[in-house]
């Protein structure tokens, strides 16, 4: 079985290769296909890999290739995490909005926005060429914003491309891990969208134990969303809420916060000097990588930890894993015909009563040989639902305006976004991405 990773060259492909190498059970993938429009990227990310196959009896075969049609061409499934821009592209989508006194986050607000209006004509693009070259490919979707991007690529690709987030798993981990429960036996009730949703019950053994542990200060200690966004303020919306609503539930602070260095600024410092280490010392490259990795776990949402009092992230969830783990699991599941269940970005259809059948949902579905199938869910309070709505009204309007090129949609997306105060600033907004990100300008030329 033949695996393309598009954006080969990226810093976490080399958590996909390790998971390959743990997975023995048949079919397995045998060949990996990195693409990348760097051929420098590649080549460090190869150093790796050579070096976490070192050992393994019968790894699977690594090909690098800047063709995106040669990348594509019988490959069963396909991992599609591009970065259009670059790191470069994402500190602009955080500055710009931070220097308009917005918060300035890489999905959320005005630099997801930015994010999706410049990434969602290369995901169709990409989309295009899967269906041309590679029309029983599977897609797994890493591509942020995940929701707003695998929605986009359904106009082509349908049911065959499907979102992943390794953010409502690590939730629903943390909460079962709390209470003592072992996560593989309970049902996580999980509502919502990419980056804005909500553990609103957990079901073990018959019964909701989420209320158990809203009760439980100790146990509601141990969840690190509910440090971050406080116990009181959780038991009061009842539920436990996606990490990432922190920037709307505590926006102030959360635009403090990121006043100094951004996510962004930090990451593209790391990864220059890893990409430069490996270029001075390639038989080094799988050490460097491991000292950046942990420096990047160890910082994920750092200046929010910081601001809530929350303290260092556990131990526990930075051994877990993330993406990777969810991306073969479902490809696992598909090709080998293994029922499970598991949160995914997945078109709505009447799962998730108020939202729009095509939209795109993040929510428990059912996995299997046949593809994947979301479960119903329990109708979202008002105080949930409304926003939902209305971040689903402007990823779509974000989808129409990058297709059309049309700044006055472009406009609109800044504006209705909850995170954006002001049409004037909008406007603003609109500009300064346009002037600080060649990628974006094309989409939206003057």
């Known amino acids: 079985m033949r695996l393309a990773v598009l954006g080969g060259g990226g810093f976490r492909v080399p958590l996909v290769y390790g998971a390959l190498l743990r997975d023995t059970a048949k079919p397995r993938v045998e060949e990996v296909v990195l693409h990348d429009v760097s051929q420098e990227r590649l080549e460090a990310v190869s150093h790796v890999l050579r070096g976490l196959a070192a050992g393994h009896d019968d790894p699977p075969r690594v090909l690098t290739t800047t063709d995106l049609d040669t990348a594509l061409r019988d490959s069963a499934f396909v991992f599609s995490a591009i970065r259009v821009g670059g790191l470069a592209g994402r500190t602009a989508d955080e500055r710009v909005a931070l220097d308009l006194g917005l918060v300035g986050q890489e999905t959320t607000g005005p630099g997801g926005v930015a994010y999706g209006l410049r990434t969602v004509p290369v995901a169709m693009r990409v989309a295009e060429r899967v269906a041309a070259v590679a029309p029983d490919a599977w897609v797994i979707n890493f591509t942020n914003p995940a929701g707003m991007i695998t929605e986009a690529m359904r106009r082509v690709l349908g049911d065959r491309v499907i979102g992943i987030c390794d953010s409502p798993i690590g939730l629903v981990r943390r909460a079962a891990a709390a209470l003592g429960l072992d996560p593989a036996r309970v049902s996580p009730g999980y509502v919502g969208l990419n980056h804005l949703g909500w ?93 950046a990795r942990r420096e990047r776990d160890e910082s994920y949402m750092a200046e929010a930890r910081d601001t809530a009092e929350a303290g260092e992230r556990d131990a526990a969830d930075l051994e877990a894993g993330g993406y990777e783990g969810i991306a073969l699991a479902l490809m696992a599941a598909i090709a080998r015909g293994e029922p499970s269940t598991m949160i995914l970005n997945v078109r709505n259809g009447a799962a998730v009563p108020g939202l729009p059948a095509e939209a795109v949902v993040e929510i428990p579905c059912a996995v299997d040989g046949s593809g994947v199938r979301p479960l119903a869910t329990r109708p979202l309070p008002g105080r949930f639902l409304g926003l939902t709505q209305q971040v689903k009204a402007v990823e779509q309007t974000v989808i129409e305006a990058a297709l059309s090129g049309s700044p006055r949609l472009a406009v609109e997306a800044f504006a209705l976004h909850p995170l954006v105060d002001s049409v004037s600033t909008a406007h603003r907004l609109l500009d300064a991405y346009r002037a600080r990100i060649p990628s974006l300008a094309a989409v939206f030329p003057r």
């Open 199 to 291: 553990l609103c019950g957990l079901t073990y053994e018959g019964r909701d134990v989420l209320p158990e542990l809203l009760a439980d200060d100790a146990a509601l200690h141990r969840v690190e969303e509910a440090r971050l966004l406080g116990p009181d303020w959780v038991r009061t919306l009842g539920a436990l809420p996606n990490e990432y609503l922190y920037y709307y539930y505590f926006t102030r602070e959360a635009v403090a916060a990121l006043s100094g260095r951004t996510r962004g600024e930090l990451l593209l410092g790391q990864q220059d000097r890893f990409y430069a280490d490996v270029r001075a010392r390639p038989g080094e490259a799988l050490d460097a990588w491991r000292r």
